[in-house]
């Protein structure tokens, strides 16, 4: 009991003894106790010890091709594997010394998941602007191959390498959810300028706490909204933004399904994926209509990853994000329609715009990849630092974003309209 139960395995939460007597930890405790009094004795079951190093060798021994093995494995029952015991593996492998530290961002990540390893570090690279210095990971192995293949100075096991080297100016939060504000605060305080994939906390009190730590520090500071950077999104903000009306916009995803049991379902952990995806969606909404939300209204069953989430914006604008997981994938993902002040502009899946002013259409179409942004936030976060500007993410929308996307998970759980303040 307590297998494949992320409560038990991964929270910790125990089963009461009375209840369940033999649960994982406690079925292991009591093996490992009669080892140390003898009254398990596995000795003579171990017929061969085989060096790490030499492992092949004991696969061969328990698994033979060929008549000498064959032999060898009649006599074969217990096959170990036997390691260096006093080797001390280092918590920080140095792969240059040779590398610039004059260039304006000189980076240290923390988290190498499929996130940085898929998306973030090729965007960062292509900008052939940015020094990648040191990576830090939970699992020295994808610290190691992210370097190898990045090209990073150093890959290191502990956060604080990162804090303590004053080679590094900027850092990259992409670990789970329930990191990010804490990282994102220690990094600060050591000095260090921040971008953190989204979302920036999971709770008020702690965006409150990230947010105060920015301003007693002045660090820049940036949430990985990418989709604002997106070259068909430029494109619609700027037919948009002369509009002397409020605006009506929809935003439809076909997000599909994850299971309950993923972390990212996790409210503790992940956030849900209300806070941990759709924080994106408000946001490119309030980006493109040019305004804050103020009023947000949501429907759908609490804590779940199907809602349709009303805001009312500053400029007497309205935006629905329809968030839907129940789709069929082979479908787009994305949609945007807005309508407003005699223009209509579509965005369907970054892939093709449309922009209607006047009974006149003008089509954009991209035929590879669809361009979501990653490397232009790069781009544009490059250009403000040589440059001396404000990061290209105000604070003020930082913060505005996720109180609509905390306010919209309470008005799933209130049920009726959360007003934002």
């Not at 992940?270 to 946001?283: K, L, T, V």
């Not at 805001?311 to 329809?322: E, H, K, Q, T, Y």
């Not at 590879?368 to 490397?375: S, T, V």
Request: a neutral charge; glycine letters at 8%.
């Amino acid at each position: 009991p307590g297998r494949y139960d992320p409560n038990y395995e991964e929270k910790g939460r125990d089963y009461p003894a009375g209840y369940v007597r033999w649960t994982e930890t406690r079925n292991m405790a009591t093996f490992v106790e009669a080892l140390a009094n003898g009254a398990v004795k596995v000795e003579p079951l171990i017929t061969h010890r085989v060096p790490i190093a030499d492992a092949e060798r004991a696969y061969e021994v328990i698994t033979p091709d060929n008549s000498f093995y064959r032999k060898l494995s009649a006599n074969s029952l217990g096959v170990l594997l036997t390691y260096d015991t006093i080797h001390e593996l280092p918590q920080k492998i140095t792969l240059k010394t040779d590398y610039p530290t004059q260039t304006a961002i000189r980076l240290g990540v923390v988290g190498a998941g499929n996130f940085a390893s898929g998306t973030l570090l090729p965007a960062v690279r292509s900008t052939k602007a940015v020094e990648l210095v040191g990576i830090v990971s939970g699992s020295g192995l994808s610290a190691r191959s992210n370097a190898d293949r990045f090209g990073f100075a150093y890959c290191a096991s502990e956060f604080s390498e990162l804090l303590a080297d004053q080679t590094i100016n900027w850092l990259a939060i992409t670990t789970r959810h329930d990191l990010h504000a804490a990282q994102a605060i220690e990094s600060m305080q050591a000095g260090k300028d921040v971008f953190v994939e989204k979302p920036l906390a999971l709770t008020r009190d702690d965006l409150a706490k990230v947010l105060a730590a920015q301003q007693q520090t002045g660090r820049r500071l940036i949430v990985g909204f990418n989709r604002r950077f997106a070259p068909m999104v430029r494109d619609m903000r700027a037919f948009l933004s002369d509009h002397q009306r409020p605006l009506v916009a929809s935003y439809r995803i076909n997000a599909g399904a994850i299971p309950a049991t993923h972390w990212t379902q996790d409210p503790t952990i992940g956030g849900g994926r209300i806070i941990g995806e759709a924080c994106h969606f408000i946001d490119l909404l309030s980006y493109l209509i040019g305004a804050a939300p103020v009023r947000v209204y949501a429907a759908g069953k609490s804590a779940a990853d199907e809602a349709i989430i009303t805001l009312n914006f500053a400029d007497d604008s309205v935006g629905i994000v329809i968030y839907a997981a129940g789709g069929d994938s082979s479908f787009g993902k994305e949609r945007i329609e807005i309508i407003g002040s005699g223009k209509i502009a579509v965005l369907d899946d970054f892939r093709r715009l449309e922009l209607i002013q006047n009974g006149k259409r003008t089509q954009r179409t991209e035929r590879l990849r669809p361009d979501k942004g990653h490397r232009g936030e790069w781009v544009a976060l490059i250009d403000a630092v040589q440059h001396g500007r404000e990061t290209p993410i105000s604070i003020a929308e930082i913060e505005a974003t996720h109180l609509a996307t905390f306010a919209a998970v309470e008005s799933l759980r209130l049920r009726q309209p959360v007003e934002i303040g």
